[in-house]
């Protein structure tokens, strides 16, 4: 008898992180459900990324419903250091409801199924068999499936981004500007995960790209070989930023909330650097990693940054040997640029960085900066506005050096005329 967790393979989205992982045990039942690396073998593949047909393309509710299912006969699969799959779906709930202000509901738990909602139970269940997820609501029961290997926070959040309605994105429909996709280097049949999204199928809600995002692809998704990119930013620096499934970026945490809770806050405050409005504490703001306060003007507190002098003409250095999640914040002494350069980088090293050194230099901090922890590839850099944020992520001891001083007049008219040039290639696109 097929196992019931396995029989609906009607999914529109694999998590290409999966396929990095190894495989799981033969589920019962017949083949093919073992080949879970491709489209299903039976039939024609389903139409990859469709979105649903008009008729049915209709909006989550404020507060989307969710029942969460556990499967009680691959216990054993969903073990991860030492937490069951349920406890992995309670901290993805706090951590949105702690990082982001909002709330789902989905922390009342019931042993026998995991994570019940408690005004509604029948709209949403997530499933145990592969990571996959459709796009926005369908109407009715709606799987998400976190299979074997899924089970972590990054993981579970894409696909819960994906069922709440969020493209890839590398979709976006000003991504070219952005990255560039490699389909020839793709599986083949799988082209279809790289396509680009309309302005009537996206809504960004005029939020900037962002290279952090869990919903991003990493440089080898989907690849045919380990030495073919199918996905590289068109700023190489960006190349292990992509990717990343340790958690929601801050601005994957804003889309939602700006989605959902828009509504929340009538007398909205004006935050600073990218922030917005807590929904449960319109009082406050939501602050890009690195800064805090009632308005995200004050550098996030750390036992190991702080403010650096002002950037003037003079070269200074920074340097870091440690553990521990540290910000530090250069400011250009004359309002202008700061002309910055990493010489030296030393962090646990992976292809899509999960503890490293990020500096943020664009006008606003709300995007996820340049990130690197196998080698210093920067190169001299200068910032888009008068400020440059400086992340350390770390568990182990790990060291980066840095240099800076104020740019120069030049640079900042150099930076002007290329955002201006952007700006009106935005204009141009936004048709739609």
């Not at 045990?25 to 491709?38: A, E, F, I, K, Q």
């Not at 008729?55 to 029942?67: G, L, S, T």
């Not at 990054?154 to 500007?177: C, K, M, N, Y």
């Not at 002494?333 to 503890?355: K, L, Q």
């Amino acid at each position: 008898m097929r196992r019931k967790d396995a029989t609906t393979f009607t999914f529109l989205h694999f998590d290409p992180a999966y396929q990095m992982r190894p495989p799981p045990p033969r589920p019962w039942g017949p083949p093919p459900w073992h080949r879970l690396r491709g489209p299903p073998p039976f039939g024609p593949p389903p139409p990859w990324d469709r979105p649903p047909p008009p008729w049915r393309r209709r909006p989550w509710h404020r507060r989307p419903p969710w029942v969460v299912n556990s499967v009680n006969q691959n216990t054993a699969a969903f073990q991860r250091q030492g937490e069951s799959y349920d406890k992995v779906i309670q901290i993805m709930s706090s951590y949105f409801n702690r990082k982001s202000g909002s709330q789902y509901d989905m922390n009342a738990v019931i042993p026998s199924s995991g994570i019940q909602n408690n005004e509604l139970t029948a709209n949403s269940k997530i499933a145990a068999v592969i990571c996959y997820s459709s796009v926005g609501r369908l109407g009715g029961a709606q799987e998400i499936s976190i299979g074997y290997g899924c089970e972590t926070l990054g993981i579970i959040t894409h696909e819960v981004g994906h069922a709440l309605g969020f493209w890839h994105e590398q979709a976006r429909p000003e991504r070219d500007s952005y990255v560039r996709i490699n389909r020839q280097n793709a599986i083949n049949g799988l082209e279809g995960q790289f396509d680009k999204r309309s302005w009537s199928e996206v809504n960004e809600y005029s939020l900037p790209y962002d290279y952090g995002s869990v919903m991003h692809y990493g440089p080898k998704s989907f690849s045919r070989s380990s030495t073919l990119n199918t996905v590289e930013p068109v700023d190489a620096a960006f190349i292990n930023t992509i990717g990343n499934r340790v958690e929601p970026s801050f601005l994957d945490l804003k889309l939602l909330n700006t989605a959902f809770c828009s509504n929340m806050c009538t007398n909205k405050i004006n935050c600073q650097h990218g922030g917005y409005p807590d929904p449960n504490n319109c009082g406050q703001c939501k602050c890009p990693t690195g800064l805090e306060g009632t308005y995200c003007e004050r550098l996030q507190t750390s036992n190991c940054g702080v403010e650096l002098p002002r950037a003037d003409y003079t070269w200074r250095n920074i340097s870091y040997s440690g553990s521990s999640d540290c910000y530090w914040r250069i400011v250009a002494a004359n309002g202008g640029n700061v002309r910055f350069e990493i010489t030296y980088v030393m962090y646990r090293c992976s292809p899509v960085c999960e503890e490293f050194v990020e500096i943020k230099a664009e006008y606003s901090h709300e995007a996820t900066g340049y990130r690197q922890c196998c080698r210093a590839i920067l190169g001299e850099r200068i910032s888009k506005g008068n400020s440059v944020l400086i992340i350390s992520k770390a568990t182990q001891n790990s060291q980066f050096v840095l240099r800076y001083r104020a740019g120069d007049q030049s640079d900042k008219r150099e930076c002007v005329i290329l955002n201006h040039v952007h700006k009106e290639q935005r204009e141009e696109n936004a048709v739609f």
